[in-house]
């Protein structure tokens, strides 16, 4: 699939949970992500900012968190 | 129906929500929150579902991070078990956890005693110290060198092993094993410290970097007084070194340089070396020169002492005066020394390795029994004397013939075995030459001694004549007849000198000096040695010219060979003048005389002359240019003229001829001279006198002479009838006013005894002593012996008259 980002725009997003969302994104993409692809998650919730690269992290995913204006970009790769 | 299925809707959604945290938890992450997840949410997104999936994603996490670790631990398993040093992992606690292979390589034990080693027994006290049970242990390393487990040495490394939170569970220890390394240092170490020969090290500058223990004690300096000096500070001037330049050489070529020094050591002391300098670490870091010596002072000596020895050897035989040749045992020369090489005529160079019997020239056809038999054989052969020599002729190169006495010795190598020959020659032609002369010397005494015989034979018959001459001329009765005795007399006089010198001749003695007028004298011995020959004389003498005390008869001998000399020296005639003067000898002459007063007799001929070169050597013995003559006659005027205290010198030219001067010493007075005058007063004396002598005729006559002239005389012809008749005359009152002895009397009972006896009896008694010889000791010393005067036979009457005159 190449090196692409796709990025999803979780911010506002309280139910369902911005982590399931998440998760279930990565699930979904599991193969691309060993491909490369790297997977962007814009959050403004505190908590996902936690919950989200932990459980990433226990999955085998490394992450990035970036401080932008009002929200959180969040970047899931293998 | 509604609120309970409401109700039991919620259960059932709560149930969910409380399960869907609690496998948020197990998967890590924080629960949901309460609106975080409606019923809607629940069956739209399938929470559950994406969990499970993520747990997939986990496990499938772990399985890849597993093999991952299976992988790596393999990796570290197959590094720590093939790498080249030991590996020990102890826990903090100095527990083993785990070691490889290699470990137990080294250590030389199998695994399982290795879990039961105790850190604490193993390693040496300052690792113990350090390490075990410090938890508070910090984040270097450790090194440790050279440590000794098991007779091994390792080098050990001690890493804390840190776990991610940096707290340190584990080390992990190193061991190298450096053993064959710290054994190579050992050696060297051993062989540096106990090597004899000095190992120094320099840097290319030639400083001193470094020496053992026997370079210290070779130059005598303590421990590190020569570190930092450079090596020129210890090279003796004269030797030849080892510059800078030479050492950089070394380095830059890899090159090894040997050498023999002279060094000088700290007290002084001159010391030879001899060894090699070549490229090598003076330590860790850097390149120099190393140099291993060795002192061969001894050695040198040694050498020396046989350079010595050699050269005085070479030395003593040049300056034997005999030939020495050395063979082998093929009869080859060897060597010659430089006389052997005068008398064969041949040169060292060009004689080695000839036969011997090639260099000796025989004169006549010889073999040596050495030649022919070889040296083994001829020195273990029984006609070998090792005493013997026996005579050889060669011819030298001129074609002459030389004697030689040859003495062959063998020559005995270091194993007492026969190596070859030593042939020492020893020119006898002198030798046998002197013998000749000896044995004609020898003729010569024996002639001598004849010749004394008839002398005193003569003297006693000429005494006679004389005697009955002087009668008869006292009785003459006419002028004529007085004045025939007179030569009659005179006759005598001459037959007297001639047995006189006869008698002297060619003996040495003791001289009996008188006081000479040399005038008369010189004419005497002129008139009697040049008459009949055909040269012709003239004796002139200054007027006045002092007298000279001389032995008369020798002085005569001298005179007498000179005119012979000059006399041959021209053989059909010439002049001989004859001079005699005064000369006043000062201290810068040149004569070997002292300062005082001399007088100078010249004997001149006008002959053929003596040749420069010959004119030292005529006063040699056995030097004699005529072929009949006997070398003698000059020598031994010389040394006449000597012992009277005076020199004897000779003027010539050649062609135009020869002059001898006699220098005497100079009598001050006439003291002592008998003059003519004094004799002819002829008195009548009253005197008694004993008279001796084994002559009838001497008795006779000069008995007869004595009572012309009114003496009482009492002859007798024996010593016992001497000191008889003495004895009885003294008894009787009428001693004897004179007693004249002669010395030698048959029997021995001569006048030397009768005196003794004759003094016995009376101490005072006149004894005059007399005798045909002059040079006798008696008559030379007669005072000494007591004797009143002496005479000399045959007795002249103007003696015999002047003694009677002075009792």
């Given at each position: ?78 | ?249 070394i380095v830059s070529d890899s090159c090894t340089k040997n050498v023999e020094m002279k060094l000088v050591d700290q007290q002084g002391s001159e010391i030879y070396v001899d060894g090699s300098f070549f490229r090598g670490k003076l330590n860790a870091s850097q390149t120099g020169v190393l140099g291993i010596l060795r002192d061969i002072t001894d050695k040198k000596i040694v050498e020396k002492e046989l350079e010595r020895e050699r ?35 041949v040169s060292s160079s060009e004689v080695e390795n000839v036969m011997l019997e090639k260099i000796l020239n025989f004169s006549e056809i010889n073999q040596l029994p050495l030649c022919r038999m070889g040296p083994k054989k001829y020195f273990t052969s029984r006609g070998y004397d090792p005493n013997s020599r026996f005579c050889l002729t060669l011819r030298n190169k001129e074609g002459s013939d030389y004697k030689v006495d040859v ?266 001279y008998r003059t003519k005058m004094d004799s002819h007063k002829i008195q009548k004396y009253h005197k008694k006198v004993l008279l001796m002598d084994d002559n009838e005729s001497v008795l006779e006559s000069t008995s007869e002479l004595l009572r012309e002239l009114g003496v009482n005389v009492d002859a007798v012809r024996s010593g016992e009838k001497a000191v008889e008749k003495f004895a009885e005359a003294l008894r009787n009152g ?74």
């Open positions: 699939m190449g090196y692409e980002n796709k990025s999803f725009d979780l911010r506002g997003q309280i139910c369902p949970s911005t982590l399931l969302t998440a998760l279930k994104k990565i699930n979904e993409r599991k193969v691309q992500l060993k491909e490369g692809l790297i997977l962007e998650f814009k959050v403004d919730n505190r908590d996902a900012i936690n919950t989200i690269p932990e459980s990433a992290t226990r999955m085998g995913y490394r992450f990035d968190v970036e401080k932008l204006h009002g929200f959180y970009k969040i970047k899931i790769y293998k | 129906m509604g609120n309970e299925t409401g109700g039991e809707q919620e259960k059932l959604y709560n149930y969910l929500k409380k399960k869907i945290d609690h496998l948020l938890e197990v998967l890590g992450t924080k629960p949901l929150n309460p609106d975080e997840l409606d019923v809607e949410s629940i069956l739209s997104i399938d929470p559950i579902g994406i969990i499970a999936e993520s747990f997939d994603q986990i496990l499938e996490h772990l399985n890849e991070t597993n093999e991952e670790l299976v992988i790596a631990k393999e990796e570290i398993s197959a590094i720590f078990n093939s790498v080249g040093v030991g590996i020990l992992v102890i826990d903090k606690f100095c527990r083993v956890h785990s070691f490889n292979s290699r470990l137990c390589e080294m250590l030389e034990t199998d695994e399982k005693p290795i879990y039961s080693l105790n850190f604490a027994e193993i390693f040496p006290t300052e690792i113990r110290e350090n390490h075990c049970n410090d938890s508070s242990y910090k984040e270097n390393f450790k090194e440790f060198h050279n440590v000794a487990i098991k007779n091994k040495y390792f080098d050990i490394k001690i890493v804390p092993l840190k776990k991610q939170q940096g707290t340190t569970n584990f080390f992990i220890i190193s061991f190298n094993d450096v053993t064959d390394k710290v054994h190579s240092e050992l050696m060297f170490q051993q062989i540096y410290d106990n090597a004899n020969d000095m190992i120094i090290g320099l840097d290319t500058d030639g400083v001193i970097k470094n020496m053992n223990s026997a370079a210290r004690l070779i130059l005598g300096c303590s421990d590190d007084e020569l570190i930092g000096k450079n090596i020129s500070s210890i090279l003796a001037e004269d030797y030849s070194s080892i510059l800078p330049f030479e050492l950089k050489e050269e005085l050897l070479s030395v003593t035989l040049k300056s034997i005066n005999d030939g020495v040749i050395t063979v082998n045992n093929n009869c080859q020369v060897i060597m010659v020394n430089k006389m052997a090489e005068e008398m064969l005529a003495f062959i010795t063998p020559l005995i190598g270091r194993n007492s075995n026969i190596i070859g020959g030593v042939v020492v020659l020893k020119d006898i032609t002198d030798y046998l030459r002197i013998q000749e002369e000896l044995l004609n010397s020898s003729k010569m005494e024996a002639l001598s001694i004849m010749a004394r015989g008839i002398a005193h034979d003569y003297n006693n018959i000429l005494t006679a004549i004389m005697s009955n001459v002087s009668l008869a001329k006292l009785k003459a009765e006419s002028e004529s007849v007085e004045k025939v005795l007179k030569n009659a007399e005179n006759a005598v006089i001459n037959a007297k000198n001639l047995t006189t010198q006869l008698s002297t001749f060619a003996k040495e003695g003791v001289l009996a000096k008188e006081v000479v007028s040399l005038k008369d004298f010189l004419k005497s011995v002129c008139d009697f040695t040049l008459s009949g020959s055909s040269c012709y004389y003239n004796v002139h003498c200054t007027k006045n010219v002092s007298y000279v005390e001389v032995d008369k008869s020798r002085l005569s001998q001298v005179i007498n060979n000179l005119l012979v000399n000059a006399m041959q020296a021209m053989p059909d005639g010439g002049k001989i003048g004859v001079d005699c003067k005064d000369i006043d000898v000062d201290e810068d002459t040149t004569l070997p005389l002292q300062r005082g007063h001399y007088v100078k007799i010249s004997v001149v001929d006008e002959g053929k002359g003596i040749p420069e070169s010959l004119q030292n050597k005529i006063f040699d013995p056995f030097f004699t240019t005529k072929e009949d003559g006997t070398g003698l006659g000059l020598a031994t005027s010389y040394s006449i003229i000597n012992k009277h205290g005076g020199h004897i010198a000779v003027d010539s030219i050649v062609g135009a001829g020869t002059a001898f001067h006699i220098y005497l010493p100079a009598k001050k007075d006439d003291y002592g009428e001693p004897y006013d004179l007693l004249i002895l002669d010395i030698t009397m048959p029997g021995g009972f001569g006048g030397k005894k009768v005196f003794k006896e004759i003094t016995k009896i009376d101490p005072k008694a006149k004894c005059v002593i007399s005798s045909g010889f002059t040079s006798d000791e008696l008559i030379k010393n007669y005072k000494k012996y007591g004797f009143y005067s002496y005479l000399h036979k045959p007795y002249a009457l103007r003696e015999l008259n002047k003694l009677l005159m002075h009792i």
